[in-house]
Structures are given as structure tokens and as C-alpha cells.
């Protein structure tokens, strides 16, 4: 089963670069007791050191830019990083606004995208399971390379 | 005899205290109405945290969590090998010192925070731990926990009211609402991680080690209340660890986190009602 | 034994010399040369002793020598008098000449009218060498220490007149005194000597002749001057009813009034509640004053007296009121001591604490508490009088010896850093002596039945715990500040405290040693027998957390420094500018981090809780003193 593989334990940090609210509510949503994500392992940890999932709402503006650059680098690999709802994949409508710079991916590299206005928990969840294989396959990547790296 | 108890704490400690650690989750997650993580869900956990890469923002504070596990380690040990129950106590705050050094040397204000608060709550249940030690000396004539467990009838007849006490401040060291002020084990609090938010993978993962060393201990000192010589009151003892587990679960779930001065105003109150009062019958009917 | 004059007299001319010596250079050579000489003699002292069988003696018999010495004592006594009088008119304190001209004249109208039977004025056994140990090399140290202290005080502040000559003078004074007192046997010699260390103090205080200064230098020396008039009374009554004025006669008597006098005066020089007041007060003094007097000899006179008194307190009602005393002081100083974060308030607060401990183990005078009691007064000495050096030094190089600027200071000062962090964990942490006193202390006090001292010891703990444990994180914090710290700790100094923290390091490896060779025997001499308080089962628990405290640190630095790290910034909310040091505002700009630590003023005030705490103490002080000399006429 492809499930098996999945990563078991994947903690997950919450960012809002300048959602209007609208996804960040969705995303507590799958802690409630109807979606319960924490029955995959996730915790919803607010911590960059300990997360291995950025999970990111909101387009980037210049004040968060640098905000979400610098937690980035403050996450151990492997990581991935989930955009969740339209602004965070593009921009969306506030795209052309003075003060946007775009979607997440115009800051740091972006794994998985998880449209809608807002997203709805049940696309979250599914974004975020999705995002658990490519975690899968960076931590293999990752443990080659440190084998590499010792020997 | 002492060896084999030393060893199996050594060796069982981590995996009883990431199982029950489990059972916890699990068991909240149903309160809760949620389905939870699965039972093997903190092995997981740290499996993973140990592949991780290892961050960090300074070079000691590795070196301040791995001697945080061993003094827990050996505090444990000195109780599972039916050594002296104050020296082990001692032990024990030895050993939460190096967590509030580690804490404070990343000098992070989240670290820092979580830090003086862990102070506040090692002050908080202290004098119980003390006096605990105390009565365990008046009730049984000793400080070894050797001694303690062959006694004819379980200390718990004549300590119930240290057995309260000592449930109370359990509360801290199991890092449980509503004294979890230091650190918690639920996101979204004012102080991102407090005491751990420094620590990344394989030190978070020392760090949680120890974490299951303490609880190990912590129930080892409510399972000396009511081990005695007869062989039966082993399992027995096991019983009421799980009950006393299962009723601090319970206070995590029905309570909201509290402000410092409650821990510690709560905490001493109830100690010197529990212990004191309690120590005080035994010395005069001693 | 001819030795003993010598000890006393050499520290008293050098005391002499110094105040002649005008000339920085030459003072530093005389004060080198005077405390390598003192700690020679003592242990002159020692060698002659041990040669002699290590037994309790009785030295000076009554002589054309010890008459002529008398004569001299009351002469001085009158010329402290005389000073004190003059200093309190100048300024203004007239109270404390009632005081002072009260039991001078009571002492001497005793020597000259009441006939006591005349024996021996000296004595020596371990406890007194010990002591002697003590004041000649920890003394000595910081006389040494004080060569560069006080040339850095002056250059840090000009604003007070230069009295260095004066200071030295004062310190080697107070020395010989010191050793007098606790050679001393007969108490009327005793009186004086402790008259003079009263004196020495008040003298000290009073050296920057600020407003504050002298108002504090009034507050120490009324408070043990009144200590002082129990002594005196004490004195009289036994020369009145007994006819024997020597400290063994009043133990073996068991006179309870002259017995709890006595401790009275005891408590006052050990600044318990209270009279605790004075030595906080004395803080303003330059900082090697602070470590002789106020921490590692004098306030150990009291203890010593207590000590000695032990097998006659043990059980009565006199004990009983020391030992609350002692529990009470333990707990609410070591509460107060939170809410400080003045560095040397801190120690002052953590002294007067663990004073409190010792006096409470004297108090209840069972051999277990006596053994306890010595073995903390051991430790205390050296590692409490390393601290006020390690908080001098760091006050001289950072202008300021507010804890909350010592953040970080491990990065900034790192010498001085380690030598409080050894100070620091032997003060508190296993396995260093400090607890495993606290250990033996706990199984005594519930031995004794006495439940409220367990929970004192409980609770003081506890708040100890928290007192010492922010100071420790503050040092630790690995934060770089901006502002460069030039570290200005002469030669001397760390010559000092080096020999400190070596000797804290020892007396926590060699402890059942210690314990063995110096501690059961002083005990043994009080109470004629000793049972082995230490077990070779508690011997190994020792030994097993020795290891670990020392051992595993080292093995994880050697073991974590090969792994390989990536370094990335602490966590500040993603705001960092850069580095760990600033973080953007709400306005945009840049903004330094400042950490601060826990005070807890409004639960743990002075200003909360001094006053019932004064007050429940000096009622009971109050209330035990009638009812023992009531019980007693």
C-alpha cells in the first residue's frame, strides 16, 4: 500500500503572508473533530524548527517576504511547502495590487498548490496528503545524500 | 537485583513512556470526539525527528539536552534500583536545570519566556517532592525505595493525602493543562513552543527522550505507594499508575492553561494541605 | 602553642603598618607579604596542634600574662567606647551611645566587682582550628584580592575619597579579632574581641561616607551592639550566679539564661530575622569587605557561638526559639532573594539564608544537625566569598552589578563567567556540599520531630532553587550585545579566585574526606561521640551523581563537538534583522532585543514581605526570651 510509505509523522506550520482570513479558518478547520488531521500524525505545530510542512496562505507582500524567507531557512530539511487557497498559488485577486509581490512561489520554492477561494478543508487535506509523498521522496533523497556525505 | 532494575528502567522507560504517551493522544483525541493518531504515533514521531537535519542556533545546547536525558536518566535509575528516594528527587531538579540552561542559552524571547516559567513551575512543585521524600521516611522508617516497596502494608494506607499531592504537581512534570506554562504538546500558544522552540530534530528528539524518562519516573513514584512485599500489589501498583494517567489525561482535557500565579499558588496551597497536613499526623502519631 | 599570640598579634601590626603605608606599590607588598604570614602561622598553628593529638586544649592558664592582657582588653574596651561615642555624636545617632556606654560599663563593672573563679582563656579544637583555617586563607585570599580590587574601585569611582590604607588596615584588624574570638574561651575575652569585629564592621560600612553608607554603618552597629548587651548580660549573670565566666561552663551548666543570650547575641551577628537588615545594608561597603565580613568570617562568628552552644540548646526552649529562627530566616530570605537583581543583595539575601540553615541545625544540637551545620559552614566560607569576588570583578569591568546587564556575560567575561557558575552550582546543585548538608539536614529536622522545620526546608528549597537558577540562565545566555567589554580584573584578583574555585572543586571531590577527617571529629569534641551520619550506601549515591555532574558534560561536549551543525537564527517571529541581537518593530525600524528576567516583586518584595517578617520573628524572639528568663527567676 502507497500509504505505508507515506511519512508518518509530519508536523505542520501555519503561515499567513495576507490571506484575508478566509483559508486560515479553513486550515483550523481540519483540526476540528469532523476532519481531524491529526489522525495522519500531523500536528499543527507553531514552530518553525519543528515543522516539516510550511503551509501557507495568502499572497506575499513586501513586508512578509522576508518573514517567509527567513522561517523557510529556519526549517530542517527535508520540507515542503504547501500554498493553500488562490492568493497563495498566484496571487488571486489582489494579484495587482501595489503592495503584492505574487503567489509563494515568487519567494520560495513551492511543492504543492491547493486552489480555491477559500479552499475548502477537504482540498487542504488532500494538498497536504499529497505533500506528505513528496516528503516521502525528499527524505529518501535527503538520508542518500547524508549516506553520501559520510562516506 | 538492583542491576536488573536499573537496566529494564533504562532500556523500558522510553518505549513505556512513548506508549503511554500514545495512549494519551489517543485517548484525549476520543475525548475530544476526534479519532486521533494512531497508538505507535510518537515512535514515528521520533524516527522522523532523528532523520532530520540538524539545526541549530548555538553549539551547547545539544550538549545541555543530551545531559538533561542522562541526570533524568540517573535519577530514575537511582529509583528503580530501590536506591535513596531524596537523592533522587535532587537528581531530578539537577536535571531540569539543564533544560532551563539549554532553554536559555538559544536567548530566543519565546526560549527565554518558556525558560522562566519553567523556573517558576520547578519552585512550584518542589516542596512537595521534598516533602514526599519526608513522608515516605515517616511512614516506613526509610529514604531507600528498597525498603519502601518491602514494607508489609502499601504506604498509600497511611500517605493518602502525599498520593493527592503528588497527583497534583504530576500535572507539571507530564507538561499537562493547566500547568503546561513552560511548553505544551498543542500548538497556537502565546509562546510558540516556549522552552523548545530552538530545538529541531535530533535535539527535540533527545529532548522527548527525557520527557519519557520523567513520566516513567513520575509513575514509578506513584507505583511506590502501593507496592509491598506480597507480590500481588505489583500488579496492582501497575493499575493505579495507569488509573493515575488515565485521571491526568482527564484534567488535560477539562482544563484551560492557568496563569503562573495560580500553578504556584495552587501548587503550594495544595501541597501543604496534602503533604504537610499528611506529614504532620504521621510525626505525631509516630 | 606559643604560636597563638603570634597569630593574633601578626594580623593586628600588619593592621598597623597599613594604615602607615601611603604608597600603593609597598601596600601591595606588605598586604602579600602579611597574608602569606597568617596563613603560615595558622598553619603553624595546625601542625602544633595535630602534633599535640588533635585533642580539645586549654590553653592560657590564668598568669601575670593573661592579667595584663585583661588589662588591656578593658582598656580597649573603653577606647572602642570613647569611639563610638565621638562617631555618634558627629552624627547624630545618640541611641547608640546608651547602647554601647550601657554594656561596656556593665562588663567592666562585672570584671571589677564580681569574683570569678580564674582557669584557662584559650582553647583550642577543631572547631576553633577550622575556623582559623577559614579567616587565615579565605581571608587571606581576599586581602589579596582586595590589592586589585581597590585599585580598580578607585578608577571606576572617582567620586569617593581614596581610603585604601584605612580599608587594608580595617581588614587585617578585623582578622586578628576574628582569630581571637574564636580562640577564645573565656568570655569576657570573647566579649572583646567580638566588640571589635562589631566595630571593624561598622567601620567598613561607613567607608564611602555617603549618607547611605553611614546610615547603614548605624543600622549594623546598633543591631550588634544590642547583640553585644546580651553578651554582656550573659557575661554577668554567669560571673553573679555561677562564678565561672568560660564557654564550656556555661554548655556543661545548662543555665538556660545565659544560654539564650548568648544565642541571642549569635543571631544578631549572624543576621538573622530580625535583625537581618544590617547586613543588607552593609552591601554598600567595597566588595572584599562584603566577602570577608559579611559572608565567609564574621556573620560565622554567630554560627560558631551557636554551634558551641549546641549540646546545651539541643531540647530546651532556648532551642527551640533559635532553630524557628534559623527555618523562618531560611525560608523568607531566600524568598526575599527572588525579587533582587542587585547581584550582591542577591548573595547578601542567599547568605543570610543559608546562615539560617546552619542556625537552625544548631538550634535543634543533635549531632546529625551539628554535623550538617559544620559541614554548610565549610562550603558556605569558600564558595559564597568567591561569588562577592566573581561580582566585584564583574562590577568593576561592566560599571554596574545589576543581574540584568550580566546577560550573555559568558560571551562577554567568560572567566569570571565560569568562576560564578562554579560558585552558583555549589551553591545549590548536586552533588556539591551544599545539599547533601540540605540532605542530612532534612533526615535530622524529621528526627527531631520537628515538622515545621521540614516544611521550611521544603519550601526554602524551592525558592532557593529559583533565585540561583535565573541568575545561571542570565550567565548562559548566548547573546552577543553591541557594546565591547574590556575585562578589568587585576592579577590579584583572579590569583584569588582561582584559589577559590579550586578549593570548591576539592571540597566537592574530597568530601567524605572532609566529612571523615574534619567534620566527625569537631563533632565528636562537642558531643563525645559521633555515629557515622553518612552511610557508604548514601557514599555511593555520591559518588554515582560526582560522575554524572562532572563526567557527562564533558563526554557530551566531546561527543556533540565532531557533529555537524547548520546554524540558523534564533526564532524571533521571522522579524530578525539579520541577526540574533535585532528585530523589526510595529514602526519598521530595527529595534534591540532585551531579555529579562523573572523578579516577582509584588509576590516577593522586600517591601511585601519584609515587615511580617520582622515582625513574626521578633515576636517570637520576644516572647521565647520572657518566658526563659522569666522561667528562670
Avoid at chain 3, 529562627?325 to 547581584?343: E, R, V
Avoid at chain 3, 548573595?347 to 544548631?362: E, H, K, P, Q, R
Wanted: aromatic fraction near 10%.
Amino acid at each position: 500500500m502507497a500509504k505505508t510509505k507515506l511519512a508518518k509523522s509530519p508536523w505542520m506550520l501555519h503561515y499567513d503572508g495576507s490571506s484575508c482570513n478566509g483559508c486560515d479558518i479553513e486550515v483550523l478547520a481540519c483540526t476540528t473533530p469532523r476532519y481531524d488531521i491529526e489522525r495522519f500524525g500531523i500536528i499543527n505545530t507553531g514552530d518553525p524548527f519543528q515543522a516539516d510542512i510550511l503551509l501557507i496562505t495568502g499572497g506575499v507582500n513586501f513586508q512578509s517576504e522576508s518573514v517567509i524567507k527567513q522561517i523557510y531557512t529556519q526549517m530542517p530539511d527535508p520540507k515542503v511547502v504547501v500554498a493553500v487557497g488562490i492568493c497563495a498559488c498566484t496571487g488571486g485577486v489582489f494579484k495587482d495590487c501595489y503592495n503584492i509581490k505574487g503567489g509563494i512561489d515568487t519567494v520560495i520554492p513551492v511543492d504543492v498548490y491547493v486552489p480555491g477561494c477559500a479552499a475548502r478543508p477537504q482540498a487542504i487535506i488532500d494538498g497536504v496528503v499529497k505533500a506528505l509523498e513528496i516528503l516521502q521522496q525528499k527524505r529518501e533523497a535527503y538520508a542518500a545524500h547524508r549516506r553520501q556525505g559520510k562516506a | 537485583m538492583q542491576a536488573i532494575g536499573v537496566i529494564l528502567y533504562l532500556v523500558l522507560a522510553p518505549v513505556v513512556g512513548a506508549l503511554l504517551d500514545g495512549i494519551d493522544r489517543k485517548v484525549s483525541a476520543r475525548m475530544q470526539g476526534r479519532q486521533g493518531p494512531p497508538l505507535l504515533q510518537p515512535f514515528y514521531d521520533l524516527g522522523k525527528l532523528f532523520t532530520k537535519q540538524m539545526l541549530a542556533v548555538n553549539s551547547v545546547q545539544m550538549l545541555l539536552n543530551l545531559s538533561y536525558l542522562i541526570f533524568l536518566a540517573v535519577a530514575g535509575s537511582l529509583l528503580f534500583a530501590g536506591e535513596d528516594l531524596l537523592m533522587s528527587l535532587f537528581m531530578l531538579s539537577t536535571a531540569d536545570m539543564f533544560l532551563v540552561m539549554g532553554a536559555s542559552s538559544d536567548s530566543s524571547p519565546f526560549s527565554t519566556l518558556g525558560a522562566g516559567r519553567e523556573m517558576i513551575q520547578i519552585m512550584a512543585y518542589e516542596p512537595m517532592t521534598l516533602l514526599l521524600a519526608v513522608g515516605f521516611y515517616l511512614a516506613t522508617g526509610s529514604f531507600q525505595a528498597g525498603d519502601i516497596v518491602s514494607q508489609p502494608v502499601s504506604a498509600v494506607v497511611t500517605m493518602p493525602g502525599f498520593l493527592l499531592g503528588l497527583l497534583f504537581i504530576m500535572n507539571i512534570k507530564l507538561r499537562k493543562s493547566p500547568f503546561d506554562l513552560s511548553t505544551s504538546h498543542h500548538a497556537h500558544q502565546e509562546i510558540v513552543k516556549g522552552l523548545t522552540t530552538e530545538m529541531a530534530g535530533p535535539t527535540l528528539a533527545v529532548m522527548s527522550i527525557a520527557e519519557y524518562y520523567e513520566m516513567t519516573m513520575m509513575l514509578g513514584l506513584v507505583g511506590l505507594f502501593f507496592v509491598n512485599s506480597s507480590p500481588v500489589s505489583w500488579p496492582l501498583a501497575v493499575l493505579a499508575c495507569l488509573a493515575a494517567f488515565f485521571l491526568e489525561t482527564l484534567w488535560d482535557n477539562a482544563s484551560a492553561r492557568v496563569k503562573w500565579r495560580t500553578v504556584l499558588d495552587g501548587c503550594w496551597v495544595v501541597t501543604l494541605l496534602t503533604g504537610g497536613l499528611n506529614g504532620l499526623i504521621l510525626m505525631l502519631v509516630r | 602553642m606559643e604560636v597563638i599570640p603570634v597569630l593574633i598579634a601578626w594580623p593586628a601590626l600588619a593592621a598597623v603598618l597599613l594604615a602607615l603605608v601611603r604608597q600603593p606599590k609597598a601596600r601591595g607588598i606588605v598586604v602579600y607579604a602579611a597574608a602569606a604570614g597568617m596563613m603560615l602561622l595558622a598553619l603553624a598553628l595546625l601542625g602544633s596542634w595535630l602534633s599535640g593529638g588533635g585533642q580539645a586544649m586549654l590553653l592560657a592558664p590564668e598568669s601575670v600574662y593573661t592579667e595584663y592582657a585583661d588589662l588591656a582588653m578593658l582598656v580597649g574596651e573603653f577606647v572602642l567606647m570613647a569611639l563610638i561615642v565621638a562617631l555618634s555624636i558627629r552624627h547624630r545617632k545618640y541611641p547608640v551611645i546608651l547602647l554601647s556606654v550601657g554594656q561596656t560599663l556593665l562588663v567592666a563593672w562585672s570584671e571589677i566587682s564580681l569574683p570569678v573563679e580564674k582557669t584557662t582563656h584559650m582553647r583550642v579544637d577543631g572547631l576553633a582550628m577550622l575556623l582559623c583555617l577559614i579567616a587565615a586563607f579565605v581571608g587571606g585570599f581576599i586581602c589579596i584580592y582586595a590589592v586589585g580590587y581597590m585599585k580598580a574601585y578607585h578608577e571606576h569611582h572617582t567620586e569617593y575619597t581614596d581610603r585604601s590604607s584605612f580599608f587594608f588596615s580595617m581588614l587585617f584588624l578585623f582578622l586578628a579579632a576574628m582569630f581571637g574570638l574564636v580562640l577564645s574561651e573565656n568570655l569576657v575575652w570573647m566579649y572583646f574581641f567580638w566588640e571589635v569585629t562589631s566595630v571593624v564592621s561598622f567601620l567598613l560600612i561607613g567607608y564611602t561616607r555617603t549618607e547611605e553608607a553611614v546610615n547603614n554603618s548605624f543600622r549594623a552597629l546598633w543591631m550588634n551592639l544590642l547583640g553585644g548587651c546580651g553578651f554582656a548580660v550573659a557575661i554577668v549573670y554567669m560571673a553573679a550566679t555561677q562564678g565561672r565566666v568560660e564557654l564550656t561552663a556555661v554548655v556543661s551548666s545548662g543555665a538556660a539564661v545565659p544560654v539564650a543570650l548568648l544565642a541571642f547575641a549569635a543571631l544578631t551577628k549572624s543576621a538573622q530575622l530580625p535583625f537581618s537588615s544590617w547586613l543588607l545594608g552593609a552591601m554598600v561597603a567595597p566588595t572584599p569587605s562584603s566577602a570577608l565580613l559579611h559572608s565567609a568570617t564574621m556573620v560565622k562568628a554567630g554560627v560558631y557561638l551557636l554551634i558551641r552552644l549546641s549540646p546545651a540548646l539541643a531540647g530546651t526552649a532556648g532551642g527551640v526559639m533559635v532553630s524557628f529562627i534559623g527555618g523562618f530566616t531560611f525560608l523568607a530570605a531566600s524568598m526575599m532573594a527572588i525579587a533582587q537583581n542587585d547581584g550582591k543583595k542577591v548573595l547578601a539575601f542567599s547568605t543570610i539564608s543559608n546562615l539560617g540553615l546552619i542556625v537552625a541545625c544548631a538550634g535543634i544540637g543533635e549531632e546529625e544537625t551539628v554535623w550538617a551545620a559544620v559541614l554548610l559552614m565549610i562550603f558556605h566560607s569558600v564558595a559564597k566569598s568567591m561569588l562577592f569576588q566573581a561580582v566585584g570583578a564583574i562590577e568593576n569591568s561592566l560599571g554596574t552589578r545589576d543581574i540584568e546587564a550580566m546577560h550573555g556575560l559568558l560571551l562577554r567575561l567568560p572567566t569570571l563567567s565560569y568562576i560564578m557558575g562554579i560558585g552558583i552550582a555549589g551553591m545549590y546543585l548536586a552533588p556539591f556540599g551544599m545539599l547533601i548538608s540540605k540532605w542530612v539536614a532534612l533526615k535530622s529536622f524529621v528526627d527531631a520531630g520537628n515538622f515545621l522545620l521540614v516544611v521550611f526546608l521544603a519550601y526554602g528549597s524551592a525558592t532557593t532553587m529559583l533565585y540561583w537558577t535565573k541568575w545561571l540562565s542570565k550567565l548562559v545566555s548566548l547573546h552577543h550585545t553591541k557594546e565591547p567589554v574590556t575585562d578589568k580584573t587585576h592579577r590579584d584578583q583572579y590569583l584569588s579566585m582561582f584559589v577559590h574555585a579550586g578549593a570548591t572543586l576539592c571540597l566537592c571531590l574530597l568530601f567524605p574526606l572532609v566529612s571523615a577527617r574534619v567534620v566527625d571529629p569537631i563533632v565528636r569534641t562537642l558531643f563525645g561521640s559521633a555515629h557515622e551520619v553518612l552511610s557508604m550506601n548514601v557514599l555511593t549515591t555520591m559518588v554515582i551523581m560526582l560522575v554524572s555532574v562532572l563526567f557527562v558534560p564533558t563526554l557530551m561536549f566531546v561527543l556533540t563537538r565532531a557533529t555537524h551543525r547548520d546554524y540558523v537564527p534564533i526564532y524571533m517571529g521571522g522579524a530578525n534583522v539579520g541577526d540574533n541581537t535585532y528585530f523589526v518593530n510595529s514602526y519598521g525600524e530595527p529595534e534591540h532585543l532585551y531579555l529579562s528576567n523573572w523578579y516577582l516583586r509584588f509576590e516577593f518584595g522586600m517591601r511585601r514581605l519584609m515587615r511580617p517578617a520582622v515582625i513574626v520573628s521578633a515576636g517570637v524572639i520576644v516572647v521565647m526570651l520572657c518566658m526563659i528568663i522569666g522561667g528562670a527567676v
